[in-house]
């Protein structure tokens, strides 16, 4: 079953800016949403995540330039990619789970999600 589906992802250039949408279809159930990355040759990585009361987290690679919200009229997760750089290409992942976000650096642990889209390519060039 397809209960999260990625879109927006794409070529841009080096500083400009990119939004991603998950659609959820079981998107009510769900409490911690997230964001991963995986590039080449590299293991999967969480960069933001968003509980259901509002609560964000980051990795410090992201913070200030990437946002995670939602909008639940829509079912839908986003992410707000501004500045982007070359070393944000990858393939990009939204993730969800029933449970809260663990919180503080445990977060965004890919064994605390249970759901997960199929990824977007996101390729950032200089």
């Known amino acids: 079953q397809v209960k999260l589906a990625e879109s927006g992802g794409g070529s841009v250039q080096a500083g400009g800016s990119l939004r991603l949408s998950c659609t959820a279809s079981?998107?009510?159930?769900?409490?911690?949403m997230a964001w991963f990355r995986q590039a080449l040759r590299k293991e999967r990585e969480g960069i933001a995540a968003?509980?259901?009361?509002?609560?964000?987290s980051y990795v410090e690679a992201v913070k200030g330039r990437f946002t995670i919200s939602k909008d639940n009229s829509k079912n839908t997760l986003y992410l707000q990619m501004n500045n982007v750089q070359p070393e944000d290409t990858a393939i990009y992942y939204c993730?969800?789970?029933?449970?809260?976000?663990?919180?503080?650096?445990?977060?965004?642990?890919?064994?605390?999600?249970?759901?997960w889209g199929q990824g977007t390519q996101v390729t950032v060039s200089s």
């Open positions: 079981e998107y009510s159930t769900y409490s911690c």
């Open positions: 993730a969800a789970d029933r449970l809260s976000c663990a919180g503080g650096k445990f977060t965004l642990w890919r064994s605390n999600f249970g759901h």
């Open positions: 968003v509980d259901s009361d509002g609560t964000t």
